[in-house]
């Protein structure tokens, strides 16, 4: 990592996890430099990239303020990580799961009525690779990640195709929270994972839409309950 990313992340995560309250004025930026002893351009460019991230407000003329927390990108990776790296939210878990409940049936729906045997061959490959690697839970998770993004990229819709990385992050986000590695669950996790590709295979959009209700609804239950 260069020094501009590692200081984003840094005073991202101080951000996120409430070291600067949210709608709260930042120190200046000379005062910034000092206090993570770097230069003027690499503060300016870390302020821009968490500005992207809506984490920071750089108002001309009036300073640097914290966004506050409903405007935060929550799409974003390094936001979600930052947010619930140091326990959890529940708040935040709940919409990110109302998320997927949204969205997911459809895109499961539409890779069922579109998916090509190319798009198969990778939802099978992740499928494969999920159930080789049960006792290993960082491949395991990465594994079930492009399980679901394949399936996303079978919709061949271009939109949708674009919001990838944010569902892979909204999966990421909460997969330490819901994940149990006991056999009974575990053999649950697979045949739902089984059952949502077999429909797609099938091409059999009904059955893909209750497949991933199933799915997703057990991994809000599991979240609501820790």
């Avoid at 390094?78 to 459809?106: H, M, Q, Y």
């Avoid at 579109?114 to 999920?130: G, K, P, Q, W």
């Avoid at 674009?162 to 929270?177: E, K, N, P, Y």
């Amino acid at each position: 990592m260069t020094k501009t990313d590692r200081l984003t992340r840094l005073f991202g995560k101080q951000i996120a996890q409430g070291e600067f309250a949210p709608a709260s004025a930042l120190p200046s930026e000379a005062e910034l430099c000092v206090r993570f002893e770097v230069s003027r351009n690499v503060m300016r460019e870390v302020i821009k990239v968490l500005s992207t991230k809506k984490l920071i407000d750089a108002q001309r003329h009036r300073g640097l303020f914290v966004m506050p927390r409903d405007q935060w990108n929550y799409l974003d990776a390094d936001v979600l990580e930052w947010a619930l790296e140091k326990g959890t939210n529940p708040e935040l878990i709940s919409s990110l799961l109302e998320v997927r409940n949204l969205i997911e049936p459809t895109i499961s729906r539409w890779a069922a009525e579109r998916a090509t045997a190319v798009d198969l061959v990778a939802i099978e490959a992740s499928y494969n690779a999920m159930n080789a690697n049960r006792s290993n839970v960082h491949v395991f998770q990465e594994a079930d990640i492009r399980f679901h993004k394949a399936i996303l990229l079978a919709t061949h819709n271009v939109v949708i195709q674009q919001l990838s990385d944010a569902v892979s992050a909204l999966q990421r986000a909460i997969f330490d929270i819901t994940f149990l590695t006991d056999t009974p669950h575990m053999e649950l996790t697979m045949k739902e994972h089984g059952d949502l590709f077999d429909a797609i295979r099938r091409k059999n959009p009904d059955a893909a839409v209750a497949a991933c209700h199933t799915l997703v609804g057990r991994t809000a239950k599991r979240a609501k309950s820790k």
